[in-house]
DNA sequence: TAGATTGTTAATCGATTAACAATC
DNA sequence: TAGATTGTTAATCGATTAACAATC
C-alpha cells in the first residue's frame, strides 16, 4: 500500500509538471532568469553554480535551485549548471521555439517604438504587421513593419496564424478589438491601453502593462524615503 | 507590566507606519486601488463598500479593507467607504501631490512616446524636459516638452530640482547617467533601457521596466494553454 | 576518493482569507 | 434600534529559506 501511495505521488507530481501549474510566483521570475543566463552566455561563461548566480541576481541560491526544479533537473551535483543548456531549456519553457505571430495593432508613438525594439524577435516572436485606422499610414512601412488598415484585420489573423495581439490603441477600443482578435482565433493579447483588459474566454490569454502603476510605486517610494529622513520631532 | 506591553504594541504599529514600512505586497496594490477608485469618481459615484470593490476589482474584500487599514481608517462601518475621500487619501499616499519633477533622457521611440501621453500629469509628476545628445533635436519641442543637450542636463537638475530621470537611452549609458543623475540630486530613475539597473546609492529609488518579461510570461502562458488542451496520450 | 553542489524535504516566514466584535 | 459594514484578530494558505542527504 505504501509503495502505491509513493507512486501515486511521484506521479502527481509529474502530472502537474506537465500540465504546467507552476506556481506564478515562479513563473514571473523566469524571464528574469532567462535574461541573465542569455548575459552570461554572451560573456562566454559556460557553468554557474546556484551559488554564484544568486550573488549576480540577488536572490537566494536556495529559490534558484527550488525554482529550476519545478521544471526538471537541469544542473549536475558537485559542478553546478551547465549555462548554454539551463538557458536553452528555459528559452523552450518560455515558448521561444514556438514560432509564435504578432500583429501590433495601433500604430502610433507606443506601436511605433514597439515596432524599432528587437523585443519581439529576440524572443522568437514574429511582427506580421501593424493596423491603424490612419489611411496616411496605411500602405507604409513601420521599421520594416507593413501597416494594413484596421478592417482587414480578422481576416489576416485567419490567413496568418497569428498568436498574439498588442494593443496600443486608446481605451476605448481596446475591448471590441479584442473581441475581434478572440473571434480571428488569436490567444494572447499584450495589453497597452490604460485600462484593465478582461479576457474574453478562459482560453485567452491577456497580459496587461500599467506603466503608470509603476511611476506611481516609484513615486511613493521617493516619497516614504524623504519621510524616513525628517529629524524625528 | 501587561498595560505597557500593550501601549508598546500600539506606539510600535504607528511607528511602523509613519515609517512606511508597509509590505510592498500592499504598495505594489496601492495603484490599483488609485485607478479604480478614479473611475469610479468619473461615474460620479459617492460610497462603495469593501464587497462592492471586490466584486468589481477581482479581489476580496478581506484584502481591501485589510490593504486600506495599513495606511488609517479610511471607511466608515455601516457605511462603507467615500470614494472621494478614498481617492484623495490614497493619492497622497502616492505622492501625487508632492510636486515631483521628472526629465526624460534619451528623445528615441520610446522618450517620445513617453512624452506624448498624460502619464505624468495625471499624476502629479511635472515633465520640465527631454535631453538627447543629436543635435537636431536640441532646441526643438516633443509635445510641447523641450529638448535640451544631454551635456546640460547635471546644471539643468540641480537648478530645477528635478526628481525623477526617466530613462530612455540605449542600457551602456544607463549607469552612467545614473551616477551623473545622482550627484545632481535627482533621487528616483524610471529605467526603460533594457537592463537590470542597481542603486547606486540607497538614497536613490530605481524602479525597472523590463517590458521583454512581460511579453515572455505571456508566451509561457500561451503555450502551457495549448498544452493544457493537447489530448491525453 | 574527497569536495562540491544539486535536488528535495522540513522549517520558517509572510501574505491572504475568514471571522467577528466594534461601531456607525 | 436594527442593519450594515468596517477594523482587526485569528486561522489558513503559500512562498521562501534552511538544511542535508544524494550524487556527480
Not at 543566463?37 to 535551485?65: F, H, N, P, W
Not at 514597439?114 to 522568437?124: D, I, K, N, P, Y
Not at 497580459?207 to 521617493?222: F, Q, R, V
Request: with cysteine; glycine share 10%.
Amino acid at each position: 500500500m505504501e509503495s502505491i501511495d509513493k507512486l501515486k505521488g511521484t506521479f502527481d507530481k509529474k502530472y502537474h509538471e506537465a500540465k504546467g501549474t507552476v506556481s506564478s510566483a515562479v513563473i514571473k521570475r523566469l524571464p528574469r532568469y532567462h535574461r541573465y543566463l542569455g548575459d552570461l552566455l554572451r560573456d562566454g561563461k559556460l557553468r554557474i553554480s546556484s551559488a554564484e548566480l544568486s550573488e549576480l541576481m540577488e536572490v537566494t541560491a536556495s529559490q534558484i535551485r527550488q525554482d529550476l526544479n519545478c521544471f526538471g533537473g537541469f544542473g549536475q551535483q558537485g559542478y553546478g549548471y551547465n549555462i548554454r543548456y539551463l538557458y536553452t531549456k528555459i528559452s523552450e519553457l518560455l515558448g521561444v521555439s514556438e514560432g509564435y505571430n504578432a500583429v501590433i495593432i495601433g500604430a502610433g508613438n507606443l506601436g511605433k517604438a514597439l515596432a524599432a525594439t528587437h523585443m519581439f524577435e529576440r524572443r522568437g516572436v514574429t511582427r506580421l504587421g501593424m493596423f491603424d485606422i490612419n489611411p496616411e499610414l496605411v500602405g507604409k512601412k513601420i521599421y520594416g513593419t507593413p501597416v494594413y488598415h484596421i478592417d482587414t484585420l480578422p481576416d489576416f489573423c485567419k490567413r496568418n496564424n497569428v498568436h498574439i495581439g498588442v494593443l496600443t490603441v486608446p481605451k476605448e477600443s481596446a475591448a471590441n478589438i479584442t473581441d475581434t482578435l478572440y473571434e480571428a482565433g488569436v490567444m494572447g493579447v499584450w495589453n497597452f491601453a490604460n485600462m484593465e483588459l478582461r479576457s474574453p474566454s478562459p482560453d485567452m490569454i491577456v497580459e496587461n502593462i500599467h506603466l503608470g502603476d509603476s511611476l506611481m510605486t516609484l513615486c511613493y517610494k521617493l516619497k516614504s524615503r524623504s519621510k524616513e529622513e525628517k529629524p524625528r520631532e
